[in-house]
C-alpha cells in the first residue's frame, strides 16, 4: 500500500521555468490537497480538491494551477516559476474533508 | 489568513523528561490535529480531537481539545530519542469547507 507518492523529490528550476508536481493516492480518498512548507510558517493550504473534477483555492494559491481529472490524481501546476516559490511541497489525502490527512512525503522545489 | 499560534518553537530536553506544548487562536474550531513529522517526511497523524473537552492518549502522548474550542495542547510523557522531530498541532474551522489550518511547528530536541 503505498499511500500518497509525490514526485520528483527534489527539483531545480530557473525563474520562468514550468513545471508540474506529481500526486497520486490509491487509497481512494476523495479529497486530496497541496500545502506548502516554509520556516517557521507552518504548512500553508494552495489548492484542495474534494472529487474528481471539482477544485477550488487554498491560502496562498497565486502563481498554482491544479486539475482532477481522477481519483487518483492530483497535480500541481507551476506556470512561471518565481524565486518566492522555493519551498517544500506536500500532498495530502482523505476519505472526505472531516477526516484527518494522510501526506506524502514532499517535493523539495529550488528556483533559482 | 487564519493564524494557530504554536508555542514553543523549539525544546531542548534531557531523555526521560515530559514535554508539554499548546495551540491557541482566536477562531474557533470542530477538530484539533497532532501530526509529527521526520526529517525528509511527510507530516504523520498522532491524535485527532472532535469534541470541545475531549482527552486522548496514545501511548505516551496525550492531547486535549480545549472547552472553549479555541486551544489544544499535547502532552509527551518519559521522551525517548526517537520522539526527535518537528510537532504540529492543525485545526479544521467550523465555518467553511475543508480549511485545515497549520501552527508553526514545535522542534523538539532531545539530549541522550
Known amino acids: 500500500n503505498a499511500g500518497v507518492t509525490q514526485t520528483p523529490k527534489f527539483q531545480v528550476l530557473k525563474t520562468g521555468q514550468s513545471m508540474t508536481l506529481q500526486c497520486a493516492q490509491d487509497?481512494?480518498?476523495?479529497?486530496m490537497s497541496w500545502y506548502r512548507q516554509d520556516p517557521g510558517m507552518g504548512l500553508r493550504l494552495i489548492h484542495y480538491?474534494?472529487?474528481?473534477?471539482?477544485?477550488d483555492q487554498g491560502e496562498v494559491p497565486n502563481g498554482y494551477n491544479v486539475s482532477r481529472s481522477t481519483t487518483e490524481d492530483f497535480p500541481l501546476r507551476l506556470l512561471s516559476a518565481a524565486p518566492s516559490q522555493t519551498s517544500v511541497y506536500f500532498c495530502?489525502?482523505?476519505?472526505?474533508?472531516?477526516?484527518?490527512?494522510?501526506f506524502g512525503n514532499g517535493t523539495r522545489l529550488t528556483v533559482t | 489568513g487564519q493564524q494557530l499560534n504554536q508555542s514553543p518553537q523549539s525544546m531542548f530536553i534531557q531523555e526521560g523528561e515530559d514535554v508539554s506544548m499548546n495551540c491557541t487562536s482566536s477562531s474557533i474550531f470542530n477538530t484539533w490535529l497532532w501530526y509529527k513529522q521526520d526529517p525528509g517526511e511527510g507530516p504523520v497523524l498522532l491524535i485527532a480531537l472532535y469534541k470541545a473537552g475531549e482527552l486522548t492518549s496514545n501511548g505516551r502522548l496525550t492531547a486535549q481539545f480545549g472547552i472553549t474550542r479555541k486551544d489544544s495542547f499535547l502532552n509527551i510523557s518519559a521522551s525517548i530519542p526517537s520522539d526527535v522531530g518537528i510537532y504540529f498541532c492543525a485545526g479544521q474551522l467550523v465555518q467553511g469547507a475543508q480549511k485545515l489550518v497549520f501552527g508553526q511547528g514545535t522542534r523538539l530536541t532531545i539530549n541522550p
Open positions: 480538491s474534494v472529487g474528481a473534477g471539482i477544485t
Open positions: 487509497m481512494n480518498h476523495e479529497y
Open positions: 495530502a489525502s482523505s476519505w472526505d474533508f472531516n477526516s484527518p490527512l494522510h
